[in-house]
Every structure is written in C-alpha cells, then in structure tokens.
C-alpha cells in the first residue's frame, strides 16, 4: 500500500496505527483496555474511549459535576432530569434488580458508606448492628421512580443513594462495542476491570483465552475460557475487604441483610450481554452458589461459581466451555 505523501516507513506506522491499534486508560476507578484490529481500528478505539469516559464522568457518584450524585444529593425532594445514557443504565439496573429479587440492588449505596468501602470510605470495623438495621431502611430498588416521558430519576426517602459500581463497566463494555460495530471492527476486544468483551478472533485467527482468577491464591488462575463474540465478567472476594479478629468482610454487600456476603469467594459469568454479565456476577456472589447458578442459567448464561471452601460448582454450558488449565 503507498501512501501518497509519506515515506514508505511512515506509510507502514500509518497502516499499522489504523489496523491494530490499542489504548488504555483509567475511568470507573480501573483500568480499561480497548483493542481493535481492522481498518479504522484506532478510531474505533478513540470513539469507544470517549463514550466510555463520558459515561464515568455521568455514573461517578462521588463527583460533584455527575448526575448521579445529583440524584443522590435530591432523594426525597424532587426528581432529577437525566441524559439517555443515565436513565438507560438506571432502567437496566432496576430490571436486573427484580430478576434477581433484590439480591442485585442498585440503591446499595447507604451500606456500602456505613461498612466504609468506597472512595470516602475508611472504616475498618464491623458496624453496630443497630446501625445496619436503620441503615438497611434505605436500601430498596423499588423506591427508585423512573418517568420516561421527562426522563427523570427520584429516589422517594432522603438519605437513599444511587451506586451503579455493579453495572456500570458493563454498561460502558457494551457502548464502547457500539463503536466497534458502526465502523465493522472485526477482531477486538474491549475491557473495564473484571468485564471483558472479545470480539471474533484474535489478530491472525486464534481464539481470545481468558483466564479465570482464583480468588483463594492470589496472582493463579484455576483456568481459562475461550471467547469469540462473548464477555465475561467476574466478582471476587479478593478485591476489597478488611479483616477483624481473623474474620474477612468483603465489600460485595448482601442488600437483604445489611451485611458481606459469606458463602462465595468468586462468581465467573459468560454471555452475550456485558450489562448482564456484570449485575448477574454480583447478583449470583450474593445468593450463593445453588441460587446464584439457577439465576445464571435463567438468564441464558454460563458461570462458573467458587464457594469460601474452594470447591467450584459450573452450570451445564460452562462445564463444556471451562478449560481447568493454562493455555500454552
């Protein structure tokens, strides 16, 4: 290929920056990756990258500037006109909500403050219990009042919060593959913290491997899945938590009860749809391993699920697609 007006050399770094081109950058308090391989791959990549930052910019509870923190700040007062993407990923968050019966419960935020895990967070102690139960009096899905027509969020009882943290890499996986679509990137792949999204094949034909943490030792993988047109997301005990007289307090919160969950130590899930595969992770880590894969299998999805004690339970469609070994 000659391209007119650059030395050959020059020629081939343009071809190439437009064919595979990768980026990384740091939004949802994470690392996100994006890779594309294809013609307009580097601008696939930028368009992914900015929808991407836009939709941390709106989701960050903790900035000013968002307008989830202004749903925040106006619980029990008045409702608050959002953009499309906001009440998008909020209707999406509510839905996953009911399927789950609650297990999976955007207005989590109150408990997530109390126990001390988030970005103003620096408790390292077991709240009272008394402080849970009143605290818990917050936390309910269903008091979360959507109005299409204005496109406006209200949360019905002051001192309710919005924290989407469970939803909403997943949600910016699956924008961010929009641009992928709308410039026909074959091969890709589009990545914000735990939730991965590969796209075909790898550059050259082989198949994206996709190792699987185990949550018990840290820096090993207990295998691998293959991925081709698929995401994978992941929610382990290993992440965040503190310890007090030997015992482990995650920050993956049960919203039923107030208080970490205890039965599993890490939940894989493989589907389709990134925006699922984030909520079901959180949402089955928290039912625990018999209803947590019932709710996963409902849902069309494989997981693989590891309980406290080690042992790994797999639904029908990941005992075909888990590879208990490491790829060469």
Not at 292 to 305: D, P, R, S, V
Request: glycine content about 10%; some cysteine; overall charge negative.
């Amino acid at each position: 290929m000659i391209i007119i007006g650059l030395s050959s050399w020059q020629g081939y770094e343009y071809y190439q920056r437009n064919v595979n081109y990768q980026e990384t950058k740091l939004f949802f308090d994470t690392e996100v990756y994006v890779e594309a391989h294809g013609w307009g791959a580097k601008k696939a990549v930028s368009e992914a990258l900015s929808i991407m930052e836009e939709l941390d910019s709106k989701l960050n509870k903790f900035s000013p500037d968002s307008e989830v923190y202004a749903i925040n700040i106006h619980a029990g007062e008045q409702p608050v006109a959002v953009s499309e993407l906001t009440f998008n990923v909020i209707e999406q968050s509510l839905k996953i909500a009911d399927l789950s019966n609650g297990a999976f419960d955007p207005t989590i935020s109150p408990l997530v403050k109390l126990w001390g895990f988030g970005e103003d967070g620096i408790q390292k102690s077991v709240p009272p219990q008394e402080q849970i139960a009143q605290t818990i009096q917050l936390v309910d899905y269903k008091k979360v009042i959507l109005n299409k027509e204005q496109r406006t969020v209200f949360l019905v009882e002051k001192g309710m919060s919005l924290d989407l943290g469970a939803i909403a890499k997943g949600y910016a996986v699956s924008k961010g593959l929009d641009a992928f679509k709308d410039r026909n990137i074959p091969s890709g792949m589009v990545s914000a913290g735990g939730n991965i999204y590969a796209i075909g094949k790898k550059d050259g034909g082989t198949p994206w491997h996709i190792g699987i943490r185990d949550p018990l030792n840290k820096g090993q993988i207990i295998g691998y899945v293959e991925l081709d047109n698929l995401t994978i997301d992941t929610s382990g005990n290993y992440e965040r938590f503190f310890t007090v007289d030997g015992i482990q307090y995650s920050h993956i919160l049960d919203p039923r009860t107030g208080y970490p969950s205890k039965e599993v130590s890490g939940c894989t899930v493989v589907t389709e749809n990134p925006i699922m595969a984030d909520a079901l992770a959180t949402a089955a880590f928290v039912l625990g391993p018999e209803k947590g894969l019932q709710l996963i299998e409902k849902n069309n999805a494989w997981g693989l699920i590891i309980d406290t004690d080690g042992k790994m339970v797999l639904s029908a469609k990941m005992k075909e697609m888990f590879k208990p070994e490491t790829p060469e």
